[in-house]
């Protein structure tokens, strides 16, 4: 069975690290918990945020499984899919390094659990990240769905921390990303480990 295929820690720890970086950074899913808890209270924001932790999983899991079947009956394409996914990794990581607009704090229409849900799969971020995780911080089969199964369990873990931490504290973050010198450190720290956590992928 492919879930008995055992980890490749190394791997899972550079795929956690770009996990949180692109989990924790600004983007739809944590913009609207923040805006919404800062709005209508933390309470009522949970619902979206518990739908982000349910939804991404289950929309990594439909990319990983689709894109598996593809790389089992061709194995030579893991490496160059690898590949792009890290060039898109630096990519984003140059985004992020490189963002200075502060966050507007405008008032958001509340969206419930499963709106959150079926989001994901309209939410570029969220597609990007998928795409990325599945295509680089994989192994080739059979370690494939052992790998994208570790991945979910990731993914779970860091939507959780992540949406509790904007719903939680979105107020006192939004406040101290409003400066443009606050903005750009957070942001330089998250696309410096964004882009080196890529580097080991290639000497695995």
Do not use: E
Not at 27 to 56: D, E, K, Y
Not at 190 to 204: H, K, N, T, Y
């Amino acid at each position: 069975m492919p879930i008995l295929v055992p980890p490749d820690w190394n791997l899972l720890t550079f795929a956690f690290i770009a996990a949180s970086v692109a989990g924790f950074t600004p983007g739809p899913n944590n913009t609207i918990c923040m805006v919404s808890s800062a709005s209508v209270g933390v309470f009522r924001t949970l619902p979206f945020a518990w739908g982000v932790t349910v939804g991404f999983p289950f929309m990594l899991a439909a990319v990983g499984f689709g894109l598996g079947g593809v790389l089992i009956a061709h194995p030579s394409l893991h490496l160059v899919i690898k590949i792009i996914g890290a060039l898109f990794l630096l990519h984003l990581a140059w985004k992020i390094a490189r963002a200075r607009a502060p966050i507007k704090k405008t008032a958001p229409q509340l969206l419930g659990f499963w709106q959150a849900f079926f989001f994901q799969w309209i939410n570029p971020k969220a597609i990007a990240i998928a795409f990325s995780l599945i295509a680089t911080y994989t192994r080739p089969a059979p370690a494939l769905f052992a790998d994208i199964t570790y991945l979910m369990f990731i993914t779970t873990l860091v939507s959780i921390s992540a949406t509790l931490t904007w719903t939680l504290f979105g107020a006192g973050i939004g406040r101290l990303l409003k400066t443009a010198k606050a903005l750009a450190i957070f942001n330089g720290v998250m696309g410096l480990l964004l882009a080196l956590s890529i580097v080991p992928i290639f000497l695995l």
